[in-house]
């Protein structure tokens, strides 16, 4: 079956370290993965995209890598702050449409 | 900009009640979708409009659940009836062409009990 895999336990690190989020998916073949931000009670913000030919992205203190051997995504936030603490959701589309699929998560708290 | 806007921010209602779920996207957006998140189960695609035609309907759960969009600027989700298991919070996400990879702008969602 197809499935889009994140940490579901929560991150913790001490602030200035770099936060490394794993995005895992099976049975799919995406053209494009893409990154969003969540806060409490708040829709999904767009981060970053990253395209099947393109093996790095990067953004500011973001970097995103797209390994499609692997069929693994991996987000980073450099010199990380308490306001980046937020769960982060990576979303494929799996073909044809714009129909962007999200992962469940893995939440984030960076610590002073 | 004022974003997507999506009313009510939050719907408490009884089982058997109708509830409507309404939605404003972005000036000039021409791709509108409508999405389900539970703790369980994530974030859901219930169903994808382009140019006010639904295009992909499949993840709607059941035929409770309708979704319209009369014209660029609105758009309903429609549960008649509700039930407890509805609850959840629903968003709605606009995009500006509908091409494939294309980032979505969400709203605030509106979080919705049914007792």
Not at chain 1, 17 to 33: Q, R, V
Not at chain 2, 6 to 27: A, D, F, N, W, Y
Not at chain 2, 37 to 47: A, D, P, V
Request: proline residues 6%; contains cysteine.
């Amino acid at each position: 079956s197809q499935k889009i895999e994140q940490n579901s336990e929560a991150l913790n690190i001490q602030e200035g370290k770099t936060a490394t989020l794993t995005c895992n998916y099976t049975n799919y073949s995406p053209a494009y993965l893409q990154w969003y931000r969540q806060d409490p009670g708040r829709g999904p913000v767009f981060l970053l995209l990253i395209r099947e030919n393109e093996k790095e992205k990067r953004k500011e203190r973001l970097k995103v890598t797209f390994d499609t051997t692997l069929k693994q995504s991996l987000f980073h936030i450099t010199a990380s702050q308490p306001a980046d603490s937020a769960t982060y959701l990576c979303a494929l589309v799996p073909g044809g449409y714009n129909k962007l699929i999200f992962g469940a998560g893995t939440r984030l708290a960076v610590h002073p | 900009d004022a974003g997507v806007i999506q009313s009510p921010r939050h719907e408490v209602t009884e089982m058997g009640q109708e509830v409507t779920l309404r939605c404003k996207p972005i000036s000039g957006h021409n791709s509108l979708f409508w999405y389900r998140q539970t703790m369980m189960r994530g974030l859901e695609l219930l169903i994808y409009f382009n140019n006010n035609v639904p295009i992909d309907d499949s993840g709607m759960p059941e035929d409770r659940f309708s979704a319209k969009m009369p014209n660029a600027s609105f758009s309903t989700l429609k549960i008649q009836p509700s039930e407890p298991r509805d609850s959840a919070v629903y968003f709605c996400a606009s995009s500006l062409s509908g091409t494939i990879g294309e980032k979505l702008f969400f709203g605030s969602g509106t979080q919705l009990s049914v007792l």
